[in-house]
Structure formats: structure tokens, C-alpha cells
Nanobody, 117 residues
Framework: VQLQASGGGLVQAGGSLRLSCTAS????????WAWFRQAPGKEREFVAR???????TYADSVKGRFAISRDNAANSVYLQMNNLEFEDTAVYYC????????????WGQGTQVTVSS
């Protein structure tokens, strides 16, 4: 399974971006998906996840601003990011796992999001 993330870029504070992540090699319609991010000099942190039933969970720092969604027909997950803040600057990674809990088995290569203040 390979995950390909895209959609990052440079945006001003208050702006929006939509990240996409598409899987190849296997259909992930029953998998859980997630987004993580890693800012320079910091550890990778959880951003959002969505399970096979489309139940979602968010980090407190992005609640009300970010929305995760999935399209099983496209074998993809998305992260709509609104009202971006300078602190959202990071490399964003998508991940997938077959179970509702446990390790994330598959990771994308990361896409850079830079928010200018």
C-alpha cells in the first residue's frame, strides 16, 4: 500500500487549504485514516482521524477549523483547513490502519504547509 499526499502550499494566516491523500495497492474502505503533522524542531503530533463509520476525532488545537473526510470510491482522505494560523505551519502526513486502534501501518510522504503571519 502506498499513500500519496498532496495539496500543501504557502497561505496567509486566515486562509484555507485542502489536503488530499490517495491510496494505491489496496482498497482502504474499511480502514481508519488520520492526519499528523510535524513542525520544525517538534515531534510529530496527531491532527485528526476518521474511522470506517466516518466518526471523527480532532486535536484540540484544530477543532472548529479543520475537517477530515473520506471518499471510499476514490480511496482517499481529505483535510480541509480553514482559518489557518502561523502555528499550523508543518509537514502534514496522512496515515492508515486496518483497525480502529493500534499502530498506523501506512504513511504518506508528507506535504508542506506554510502559513505566513
Amino acid at each position: 500500500v502506498q499513500l500519496q499526499a498532496s495539496g500543501g502550499g504557502l497561505v496567509q494566516a486566515g486562509g484555507s487549504l485542502r489536503l488530499s491523500c490517495t491510496a494505491s495497492g489496496r482498497t482502504l474502505s474499511t480502514y481508519s485514516w488520520a492526519w499528523f503533522r510535524q513542525a520544525p524542531g517538534k515531534e510529530r503530533e496527531f491532527v485528526a482521524r476518521i474511522n470506517r463509520y466516518r466518526a471523527t476525532t480532532y486535536a484540540d488545537s484544530v477543532k472548529g477549523r479543520f475537517a477530515i473526510s473520506r471518499d471510499n470510491a476514490a480511496n482517499s482522505v481529505y483535510l480541509q483547513m480553514n482559518n489557518l494560523e502561523f502555528e499550523d505551519t508543518a509537514v502534514y502526513y496522512c496515515a492508515a490502519r486496518p483497525l480502529a486502534a493500534g499502530n498506523w501501518d501506512y504513511w504518506g510522504q508528507g506535504t508542506q504547509v506554510t502559513v505566513s503571519s
